[in-house]
């Protein structure tokens, strides 16, 4: 509850900052773009660089409680997908070559291949390749991306009534009821089928059952696609993961 109720702050502090007119009617476009562009492929590059790729496959096999191998997963292969989906969309190139062009020019993939290689450098060399002049700030400017999404995400609520459009308010509850008790639900089901027990089985559930990252929001303003139905599923999510999480805790005692 406290990890929501952080989420929950920020969110407000974005509603309230637009409710003030806090930087215009282009705030919201700006700190988007500037988390997407900047913020995120920095936040990427500094957690993977410093992280051992060995360790990731020690994770896949014996240590279930990590995370980076998820975020290794979602950065590296889903997030690419539907980001040259996105682009293919909205551009109307599908051609390989256009595709190979899109994949160059995404910012968070750069990001995180950048960390990707910098990371197997430094497994190698036994150093850390980065001077700490160069990755501090880059740090700080990573930092910042969670913050920065959350807000603008807080800014889009202004003048904004959730659910309110009849033709996309099944959508939305069935992209939320997927993500808060059907995913769990095949976590709970793959995981004991590989044999987790306790506390294991019971983190893989969790961490399935937390709400559609912010990310999915910012992905839709920056291509200007399904803006509407992404913030709604996002904001439904994020309200319906503590109790899914509370009967999971309950089911799973």
Same mark, same amino acid.
């Given at each position: 509850m406290q990890g929501f109720i952080v989420i929950g702050v920020i969110i407000g502090i974005g509603y309230l900052a637009a409710r003030a007119n806090v930087g215009g009617p282009t705030a919201q476009m700006v700190l988007q773009r500037f988390a997407f562009f900047v913020a995120t492929p920095c936040l990427m590059f500094t957690l993977i660089s410093k992280e051992n790729l060995a360790d990731v496959a020690t994770y896949i096999l014996d240590d279930p409680a990590a995370v980076t191998p998820i975020v290794l997963m979602q950065q590296v292969i889903f997030t690419p997908m539907a980001l040259t989906a996105l682009d293919i969309s909205t551009t109307g190139k599908s051609s390989f070559a256009a595709t190979a062009k899109q994949l160059a020019h995404q910012p968070i993939l750069i990001g995180v291949l950048c960390g990707i290689i910098v990371s197997a450098a430094s497994a190698g060399t036994g150093v850390f390749?980065? &001077?700490?002049?160069?990755?501090? @700030?880059?740090?700080?400017?990573?930092?910042? %991306?969670? &913050?920065?999404?959350? /807000? #603008?995400?807080?800014?889009?609520? *202004?003048?904004?009534? @959730? +659910? %309110? =459009?009849?033709?996309? *308010?099944?959508?939305?509850?069935?992209? #939320?009821?997927?993500? =808060?008790?059907?995913? &769990?639900?095949?976590?709970? %089901?793959?995981?004991?089928?590989?044999?987790?027990?306790?506390?294991?089985?019971?983190?893989?559930?969790?961490?399935?059952? +937390? &709400?559609?990252?912010? =990310?999915?929001?910012?992905?839709?303003? *920056?291509?200007?696609?399904?803006?509407?139905? #992404?913030?709604?599923?996002?904001?439904?999510?994020?309200? /319906?993961? @503590?109790? /899914?999480?509370?009967?999971?805790?309950?089911? +799973?005692?």
């Open positions: 390749l980065v &001077p700490q002049f160069l990755y501090d @700030p880059l740090n700080i400017v990573g930092q910042a %991306a969670v &913050p920065l999404i959350l /807000c #603008a995400f807080g800014m889009s609520l *202004r003048g904004a009534r @959730p +659910l %309110a =459009n009849r033709e996309g *308010r099944q959508a939305t509850i069935t992209a #939320a009821a997927l993500k =808060n008790a059907f995913m &769990p639900a095949v976590a709970f %089901a793959l995981a004991s089928a590989l044999g987790f027990t306790g506390h294991n089985l019971y983190a893989c559930v969790v961490l399935a059952a +937390l &709400p559609s990252a912010q =990310n999915v929001f910012n992905y839709a303003a *920056r291509y200007n696609a399904g803006t509407t139905f #992404a913030r709604d599923g996002v904001l439904l999510s994020t309200i /319906c993961s @503590p109790v /899914c999480i509370l009967a999971i805790a309950l089911l +799973l005692n």
